[in-house]
T-cell receptor
């Protein structure tokens, strides 16, 4: 069964600290992997999209990595800000559609 | 401004009363999709459309209908809503389907409560 698993479920960090979110997937065939940021009650916003041949992609303070051999991805957030408080969703594209993880809820405290 | 719009944003209705949630995009995108999001379950696809007059079922299509008569619009229809359709709904659009690494843009969401 195609699945996208994220860890941890939730995370609390202090403002200014770095953090790394994990994503493991068992999806086949694989087309691409995406990370989205979703503020509470709002639509997801794309952070990065990586294809099979890409192993890292950055968007400002967000850096995503992809290991297609082990089917793992991570999202690293550098120098966190209060506005980074949100859910971060790992999504895999396969057979024309998106398969969503349940997300990691990040809280950044002052 | 490039965007996906949904209306209404909030809706409280009663069981069995037909409703339509509209979705419109101004980016000339071919691909449009509807998702629902429930606590602890993540986003699940309801229906999608590759182009005008081409629609197909997603993972949870039961109780929903869609149509794609124009490229920019993709309404979601609940003919006879039930309480288990209480959820947060998102419309999304993209230049192509998810096999191509194009960004998928999401609307602001419609929070539906069926009593």
């Amino acid at each position: 069964k195609n699945q996208v698993e994220q860890s941890p479920q939730s995370l609390i960090i202090l403002e200014g600290k770095n953090c790394t979110l994990q994503c493991n997937y068992t999806v086949s065939p694989f087309s691409n992997l995406r990370w989205y940021k979703q503020d509470t009650g709002r639509g997801p916003v794309s952070l990065t999209i990586m294809t099979f041949s890409e192993n890292t992609k950055s968007n400002g303070r967000y850096t995503a990595t992809l290991d297609a051999d082990t089917k793992q991805s991570s999202l690293h957030i550098t120098a966190s800000q209060l506005s980074d408080s949100a859910s971060y969703i790992c999504v895999v594209g396969s057979q024309g559609n998106l398969i969503f993880g349940k997300g990691t809820k990040l809280s950044v405290k002052p | 401004e490039a965007q996906v719009t949904q209306n209404p944003r909030y809706l409280i209705t009663v069981t069995g009363k037909k409703l339509t949630v509209t979705c419109s995009q101004n980016m000339n995108h071919e691909y449009m999709s509807w998702y629902r999001q429930d606590p602890g379950l993540g986003l699940r696809q309801i229906y999608y459309s590759m182009n005008v007059e081409v629609t197909d079922k997603g993972d949870v299509p039961e109780g929903y209908k869609v149509s794609r008569k124009e490229k920019r619009n993709f309404p979601l229809i609940l003919e006879s809503p039930s309480p288990n359709q209480t959820s947060l709904y998102f419309c999304a659009s993209s230049l192509s389907d998810a096999d191509v690494a194009y960004e998928q843009y999401f609307g602001p969401g419609t929070r539906l409560t069926v009593t």
